[in-house]
């Protein structure tokens, strides 16, 4: 009987952890605009809003290296929350014209207020899940950092992923990335709870060596859904070919 009772509050458990992420959303503007996204059908990845300047300070400094040479190089920061990521770049890469999209309308509104504030006049921001809303020119380098995992799955660690996030929409939202991304550009890819190798559109990139930045913690999940033995992984600059 004891057993039955520790069983059935377990499976319990997730539904109290979501009613709290629920009632927790509706207390803020944020939580409200990802429930707004929601309702109107957005594609949504990752459920929480967490974001700071220079997060990635080594990944920004490659990035800039590589594309210190191009006059007007376009980037493209995809699930950029409230702005900060696009304000950095705009640090590293003063002469870049910048595009930055999150689905969450909320995020996008005190963005553009930070930006504004900031006379960053260079950013465009778009309120959208799809990363083509802004631009078809193509883009010198696309980030897209801590947007394709779920907070769930580094919790729990389930045997599978299919249930939270399936290897099939990273591996859609990857190819449309790759899209939008020229010949020659750069794809970032940073806290993803599966490999970018894993994914068919791979073979059109090589990855760039980055010493010197810390491995990627995981889990990590295979094109199988099921949870991969690796715990860490090191590939997160790739150049298109």
Not at 103 to 130: S, V
Request: charged share 20%; with cysteine.
């Amino acid at each position: 009987m004891v057993a039955t009772f520790v069983r059935n509050r377990l499976k319990a458990f997730p539904r109290l952890v979501a009613l709290v992420r629920f009632v927790r959303a509706l207390a803020t503007p944020l939580g409200r605009g990802r429930l707004d996204a929601g309702r109107r059908g957005a594609q949504l990845f990752q459920p929480a809003t967490v974001t700071r300047l220079d997060r990635h300070p080594g990944l920004f400094a490659v990035v800039a290296a590589r594309l210190g040479d191009n006059p007007a190089p376009r980037l493209l920061s995809f699930g950029c929350s409230t702005g900060e990521e696009a304000v950095t770049l705009a640090r590293y890469l003063p002469h870049a014209r910048i595009d930055a999209i999150d689905a969450n309308p909320a995020c996008i509104a005190q963005a553009r207020r930070t930006a504004d504030r900031l006379g960053l006049g260079q950013i465009r921001f778009a309120c959208a899940d799809t990363p083509n809303v802004l631009t078809a020119e193509g883009y010198d380098a696309v980030f897209c950092l801590s947007v394709l995992r779920h907070g769930d799955l580094d919790a729990w660690r389930p045997d599978r992923c299919t249930r939270l996030l399936p290897f099939s929409r990273f591996a859609a939202a990857v190819d449309a990335l790759d899209r939008c991304i020229r010949p020659g550009g750069l794809l970032i890819l940073w806290g993803c709870n599966f490999r970018f190798t894993d994914t068919p559109v791979a073979v059109r990139y090589r990855a760039i060596v980055t010493p010197g930045i810390k491995q990627q913690p995981g889990p990590f999940y295979g094109a199988d859904d099921r949870l991969l033995p690796h715990d860490n992984y090191a590939a997160f600059v790739f150049l298109k070919r």
